[in-house]
């Protein structure tokens, strides 16, 4: 449906753009309201500095910030960045994903996962932690999508088996290396993550390539940011994103070589 003309594939992204930004925009609010404590469902957004409430022309993703030249309208308050780029990379990740997957199940399934993966990110950056509701929102999706896929049975046996095996060798890997080093590795939200995440790798090769691409994005993170040590989740979350995007295909490409 995606690829019949020129003209629908741009409607299609465009809608996909803007619903990715909107989808941006919400998961920063969780994310924020996940640490602070409050309820994710109750009580109406609202600028941090003043408290005063947000009104609709507020919360338009991207383009208040920009009009309002990154300041709250009412305070003069001066709003993060963050969120700003949070909306955009969450409206360029749907595109991805829909341009992949088509309309789709897949592609529900990838835009879901995206959220769960861009929320955790945000709250192992800000307070190194990974909230076990969006590692069960991210093992749900994985079984409610499954019902859409053909042969959904073996999928979601296939799933908890690699998604299992993959936390529990990461697990004895990180006790392992404690044990050697006397420094923690890996923390339990982690060896969670690698679970959740494993449920959607295909292959044993996807695997691989995302244990490698998850060390070389976590060495990567260490490096630009000149710390000793920074949360993992963020390098696993985007490993995830990057397998679902391409796994398949650099599955196929690798082993076409031999």
């Known amino acids: 449906m995606l690829h019949q003309t020129t003209f629908l594939t741009i409607y299609i992204l465009t809608i996909t753009f803007i619903l990715g930004c909107a989808l941006g925009s ?11 404590g409050t309820s994710v469902l109750k009580g109406r957004s609202h600028c941090d500095a003043c408290g005063h409430v947000l009104g609709v022309l507020d919360l338009v993703p991207l383009f208040s910030r920009l009009c309002l030249r990154g300041r709250c309208r009412y305070c003069g308050a001066k709003i993060p960045a963050e969120a700003f780029w949070t909306e955009f990379v969450s409206g360029i990740a749907c595109c991805l994903i829909m341009y992949r997957y088509d309309v789709s199940v897949l592609a529900l399934r ?23 509701r969006l590692q069960i929102a991210g093992i749900l999706i994985f079984f409610g999508t499954a019902l859409g896929l053909p042969e959904p049975g073996r999928q979601m046996l296939r799933g908890v088996l690699t998604g299992a095996g993959l936390a529990v060798s990461m697990l004895a890997l990180s006790l392992l290396f404690d044990r050697l080093t006397g420094k923690e590795s890996l923390g339990g939200g982690d060896v969670k993550l690698f679970f959740v995440t494993g449920l959607y790798m295909r292959s044993a090769w996807e695997v691989l390539f995302f244990l490698i691409l998850s060390c070389v994005l976590g060495i990567a993170g260490s490096v630009i940011g000149r710390r000793e040590k920074i949360p993992f989740g963020p390098a696993i979350a985007a490993a995830c994103f990057c397998m679902l995007l391409y796994g398949d295909i650099w599955t196929q490409w690798y082993t076409g070589l031999f």
């Open 110 to 132: 990838g835009i879901l996962l995206w959220m769960v993966l861009l929320c955790l990110t945000l709250t192992d950056l800000h307070a190194w932690i990974i909230p076990d």
């Open 26 to 36: 919400f998961t920063d609010c969780l994310a924020g309201r996940m640490l602070n």
